[in-house]
Every structure is written in C-alpha cells, then in structure tokens.
C-alpha cells in the first residue's frame, strides 16, 4: 500500500466541504443518504461539521463491484427507509467512477419527488466514466486511475478502517 492522501489533508477537505453545505442549506431541512457501505466513515464526519442545518440520515445500498472490477450492472440492496418528498436531498458517495451507481440513485430518489438532489463525493475518479453528465456538487478530491483503499473504501471487505486514502499496489498487479 502506498498513502495518497492523508488523514490531515481528508479533515481539513470534509471541513470545507461541510462549511459549503451549511451555507448552502442554512435554516433548511436536509436529508443526508450515505450510499453503504463505502461512504459510512466519510458521511459521519461530515455530518458533524454541518452547522445551522436541520440533518436527518438515511441510507442507500447498491452492489456494482466483485473484487476490483466494476459489474457494469449497479443492483439496489437497500431503499431508504424514510420519505423524502418535499425535503431537500444530499446524497454522500465515497468515490464515483463510471457514474452507474449514483445514475441508479438519483434515477431512484428523484421517483420520491424531493425538492431537490445533490451529490458530494469524497472522491472522484473521471477516468472511469461511463455515464456522462453527472455533477458532484460537492468534491473532496480527483484521484487518478488507480485502487483506492482507507477511510471507508475497501478490498473486497477490507481496509475500510485505514486513516488514510492509499492506493492498493496489490490490485494493481491483478
């Protein structure tokens, strides 16, 4: 493994991230939808840094990954468990890549009418989009195209709880 953004640089973004967001939704109620299970770490501590805001949680799960490769078929394993209609909507993913699973997302949450949708990404890989036109409206960091691991992102299950982001030499070889 090889650290690529540190736990200093991830806490000094999600600060900046949550400010944009307070002043963007000051005196609003916001819905904030955690896409399981990758955005879990990344999500809590956002959520804590958001100030004036009304924040209710829920969460999303959608499978696309086997290993290192992406299915190309993004599945919905878990609906939100609380309406969203007439309510104002962050979606918080850990990385985007090809842009299948957020499309499935918003597809799905816009059928529930809310006032609006929004997506913040902790990461974005670009390289690897397949669907065009997405919009992050709110973006930690542009990453390269590589295996991404630490803070929420995984392996195959692992190394969720690294500090860091680092890239996996390992899938690199595979």
Known sequence: MKKFISKKKINQRV???????SKDYKG?????????NGSF?????????IKGVEVTIDFI?????????????PI????LSKPVKNKH?????DIVDTGLTLGVILDFIGLFLPLSIKVC?????????????????????????????GYGLDFDGK????????????????
């Open 41 to 49: 770490i990344f999500m809590a501590d956002l959520i804590r840094e």
């Open 28 to 36: 609003k109620e916001l819905v904030v939808v955690g896409v399981l």
């Open 89 to 93: 909507v962050l979606i918080v993913e």
């Open 159 to 174: 190394y969720r709880n690294l500090p860091n982001i680092e890239i996996l030499q390992k899938a690199l070889d595979l």
């Open 76 to 79: 919905l394993t878990r609906e």
């Open 121 to 149: 990404s902790l990461l974005d890989k670009p390289d690897w989009r397949v669907l065009s036109g997405l919009v992050i409206d709110y973006l930690g960091f542009t990453v390269p195209d590589k295996f991404i691991i």
């Open 15 to 21: 600060k900046f991230l949550a400010k944009k967001i």
């Open 61 to 73: 799960q959608v499978i696309s990954y086997r290993g290192t490769e992406s299915t190309g078929k």
